[in-house]
T-cell receptor
Framework: DAGVIQSPRHEVTEMGQEVTLRCKPISGHDYLFWYRQTMMRGLELLIY????????DSGMPEDRFSAKMPNASFSTLKIQPSEPRDSAVYFCASSFPTTNTGELFFGEGSRLTVL | GENVEQHPSTLSVQEGDSAVIKCTYS??????FPWYKQELGKGPQLIIDIRSNVGEKKDQRIAVTLNKTAKHFSLHITETQPEDSAVYFC???????????FGKGNQVVVIP
């Protein structure tokens, strides 16, 4: 398997624009996570899904952020409108049910810069 | 919720020496403690984990120790090599709970 695939790898946009980040989890993984990484706050869990259903979105910063998982092989994280403070690296991760190893498999991240 | 802190934030070691990174956690109910390594431009990758039913676990040059009484756990890297240079994240959670609480990461630099 190719691992977790994220796109785009880099995104530069202007304040107020809509940003959509995409993720393809590893086939067979039931859980999908979106994390945000910044120098100040480290790795923060934004939201996670189990079998395509959002389970915990308490980490989503505000209503400008939304995430969807229309099927087992695709998820999006959308920011609308974007702001400079949203600049960060956004990671998607997937895992088997935690009755197995509990290991998270991360993608390579999407680096977002909002000007 | 769980709060995880890592020390030191940056660690420089000579190649061949040992590196130790320590993490403390706040929730005494946590029983699962993984360590992730993040290389430049990559996502974090699990390198070792430990559950609270053991005090130490080793895998070749890396080991993790856990002190549940003091609520801290440490990553030990022996015979460091340049490829060990990376950011290391510790995390804690209740096993089976998907809300891993990560520390902010330690930059380890191995000087050749």
């Amino acid at each position: 398997d190719a691992g977790v695939i994220q796109s785009p790898r880099h995104e530069v946009t202007e304040m107020g624009q809509e940003v959509t980040l995409r993720c393809k989890p590893i086939s067979g993984h039931d859980y999908l996570f979106w994390y945000r990484q910044t120098m100040m706050r480290g790795l923060e869990l934004l939201i996670y899904f189990n079998n395509n259903v959002p389970i915990d979105d308490s980490g989503m910063p505000e209503d400008r952020f939304s995430a969807k998982m229309p099927n087992a092989s695709f998820s999006t994280l959308k920011i609308q409108p974007s702001e400079p403070r949203d600049s960060a690296v956004y990671f998607c991760a997937s895992s088997f049910p935690t009755t197995n190893t509990g290991e998270l498999f991360f993608g390579e991240g999407s680096r977002l810069t909002v000007l | 919720g769980e709060n995880v802190e890592q020390h030191p934030s940056t660690l420089s070691v000579q190649e061949g020496d040992s590196a130790v990174i320590k993490c403390t956690y706040s929730d005494s109910a946590s029983n699962y403690f993984p360590w992730y390594k993040q290389e430049l431009g990559k996502g974090p990758q699990l390198i070792i984990d430990i559950r609270s039913n053991v005090g130490e676990k080793k895998d070749q040059r890396i080991a993790v120790t856990l002190n549940k009484t003091a609520k801290h756990f440490s990553l030990h890297i022996t015979e460091t090599q340049p490829e060990d240079s990376a950011v290391y994240f510790c995390a804690a959670s209740l096993y089976g709970n998907n809300r891993l609480a990560f520390g902010k990461g330690n930059q380890v630099v191995v000087i050749p």
